[in-house]
């Protein structure tokens, strides 16, 4: 099937459904409101979403949203539409942790009653000395043993507003000696006074992120719970916290290890950095690994889909070459994208023996392979543009381009030879006047063999367009891991690539000016485009270049 196969997860889903365990399987995609989505979240997309549509079960898309200092809407919208746009379907609406904000309450309360909970008074400096460390247990807090009536009456008036910011929290009574750092007393909630994006100002206090994850798949039926391997150690908690509240489901949660793709970051906290300060325009700058970024860049969901499946779905180290990523983008547009012609770098010829009685055009395919896509007249006229990389007068061995005196094909049409280079006083190249050979029309020369083919342009019929090129945005392979002599992390933005984009004026064929916005087109031996999803206009057209048709990241 398209989604990774094989995998340790479906192994387990296939041992729940056939004990019994489960009828039918219940997963969730639960980001966090507080940026645009990249090409991690794509992996865990695709597992989720991916699972639910071969078991036929459910996935839920859930916002994670408990600490509305950096949370917004518009993250909301945009997360919501990169999904879509993946090409994936969420069970009835999207959930928000934030709607279960009374339970969660409601629960913390239970977990008082029952001495399970308790309000410290501790500050976030002294709770890390009690705290201890790997090696040293911690020690109980001095608020520890404060009666039921003394912590349900704190609680509610830190819910009321009673209290400053940071001067309480509640936290669950485990064990301050665990081995498990996380099981030392958790705080479960904190007094925060900050808008909500959901919530507005309703709430002063709110719940800590692995009580309400735990919790938050439970009442939405979740049964298997995926996460990366950071959470691993958190699973003792998320198990702690539904063995004792009232709740009947218990999810399980299984991790796999995050997906890190090399020249690239994938951390939505550094994006948003790039993005304020500047580095690119915006969260869909064409250059960004976000998912809106690589759909401006002309990604397809397709692509990224058979991405997500070639890097697969283990606990072991996932980083990934640039070149994989590519190399499955290549292969899907390969048989889904139309091909055009297009002169980024043009030259003109000059056809010496052009002549409009006898000098025919051809119609040519969109695609080799797919009739489907229908076809178009490529037209010739008297002045040509071709690259000029595909002329040179000192060629190399192997040459198979133009060169003084030469011939070569021009792609759908005649046979060309080079009869005259023509110079500026400078010395330097203004055209080249060059004849047909009238006879090759569709048809072999005769007594010769003419191997190159080159793409080329009728310069009375081609349309200026704004093409994009976009190289890596960083120089060096892990930029968010480089440590400096003293042993800091160096700014990643110290490894930006100052080149990583270059916007030039080129040509291409009419049926530029009749696109639509991202509409995807290989440019032939050039590369893949796509109309600029906002800049693009009919009548000027921009192209953002995808991907080469070669792999650029070997040596
Ligand atoms: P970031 O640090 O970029 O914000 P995150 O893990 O905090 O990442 P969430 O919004 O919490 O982001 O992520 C939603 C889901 O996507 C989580 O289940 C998380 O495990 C998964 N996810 C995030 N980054 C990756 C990644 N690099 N590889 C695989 N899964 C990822
Ligand atoms: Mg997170
Ligand atoms: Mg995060």
Redesign the pocket.
Known sequence: DQFADNHFIRTIIDEDLKSGKHNTIHTR????P??YL?I??A??ICLNFGLAYVYEGLCNLRF?DTNPEKESDEYVRAIKEDVQWLGFKWAGEPRFASNYFDRLFEYAVGLIRDGKAYVDDLNAEEMREYRGTLTEPGKNSPYRERSIEENLDLFMRMKAGEFPDGSKTLRLKIDMASGNINLRDPVIYRIRRVHHHNTGDKWCIYPMYDYTHAISDAIEGITHSL??LEFEAHRPLYDWVLDNIPIDNHPRQYEFS???LLYSI????KLNQLVTEGHVKGWDDPRMPTISGMRRRGYTPEGLRLFAKRVGVSKSENIVDMSVLEGAIREELEESAPRMMAVLNPIKVELVNYDPALTQSRSAPYHPHHPEFGEREVPISQTLYIEADDFSENPPKGWQRLTPGGEVRLRYSYVIKCEEVVKDAGGRIVSLKCSIDHDTLGKKPEGRKVKGVIHWLSAEHAVQATVRQYDRLFVEARPDAVRGEDGEYVPFTDFLNPESVTEISAWVEPVANTLAPESRYQFERLGYFVTDRHDHKPGAPVFNRTVTLKDGWQA
């Open positions: 995609f639960p980001p966090e507080n940026g990249h991690g979240h992996k865990s994670d996460c990366t995050r997906l890190e994938t951390s939505k906290r």
